[in-house]
């Protein structure tokens, strides 16, 4: 199985200012078709998790601008600007490249 | 507007069966290709089970911790997934969220005597 490896797991951010989360994969999630398959997605306190970014680097529908997704074929990043309350909660990232699907363990942003 | 609704869960014995519904509205069921994920309580995600459309044969895939005791199935007519869980253990106890990118609200599931 893919293993997804987040870090940092806990980040305390400034209202206004940058955060930026990691993820590893254990294999390339890159596909043949030139795709990358890995998401991120935020689950709110007390809510089911929403997704940000698809295919690596796509803004879901609604998410404001301010999420960002890049990365190489191992190596992603999440990149949140000018970061507000409604950030807060637990970002995962995952992998859809392969079954079985797999997620890392959740980094959780909280406001300082 | 897509959404995902799921019923069924609740407590349960070990050894016992429980099925959850997942309907949904507001984009091509027919056309998706269907998960069902778990969070554990202590909010780790699992990928459950997948279901794929009809040009995919309704090919169907399954996490080992659940292969041969969780069935998917779908309802294109009626825009539904299923998931039939039988042997259930307390290590099944979690919330079960139906996705499609999005996700569902989810239902919660509790294995115990």
């Known amino acids: 199985d893919i293993v997804m490896t987040q870090a940092p797991l806990s980040v305390s951010v400034t209202p206004g200012e940058s955060a930026s989360i990691s993820c590893r994969s254990s294999k390339s999630l890159l596909h043949s078709n030139g795709i990358t398959y890995v998401y991120w997605y935020l689950q709110k306190p007390g809510k089911s998790p929403q997704l940000l970014i698809y295919r690596m680097s796509n803004l879901a529908s609604g998410v404001p601008d301010r999420f960002s997704g890049s990365g190489s074929e191992t190596d992603f990043t999440l990149k949140i600007s000018r970061v507000e309350a409604e950030d807060v909660g637990i970002y995962y990232c995952g992998q859809l490249l392969e079954n079985p699907y797999t997620f890392g363990a959740g980094t959780k942003l909280e406001l300082k | 507007e897509v959404q995902l609704v799921e019923t069924g869960g609740g407590l349960v014995q070990p050894g016992k069966s429980l099925k959850l519904t997942c309907a949904t509205s507001g984009f091509t069921f027919s056309n998706a290709w269907m998960d069902w994920v778990r969070q554990s309580p202590e909010k780790q995600l699992e990928w459950v089970a997948q279901?794929?459309?009809?040009?995919?044969?309704?090919?169907?895939y399954y996490a080992e911790s659940v292969k041969g005791r969780f069935t998917i199935s779908r309802d294109d007519s009626k825009s539904s997934v299923y998931l039939q869980m039988n042997s259930l253990k307390e290590e099944d106890t979690a919330i079960y969220y139906c996705?499609?990118?999005?996700w569902g609200q989810g239902v919660m599931v509790t294995v115990s005597s």
């Open positions: 996705t499609w990118g999005y």
């Open positions: 279901i794929k459309d009809k040009s995919n044969n309704y090919a169907t």
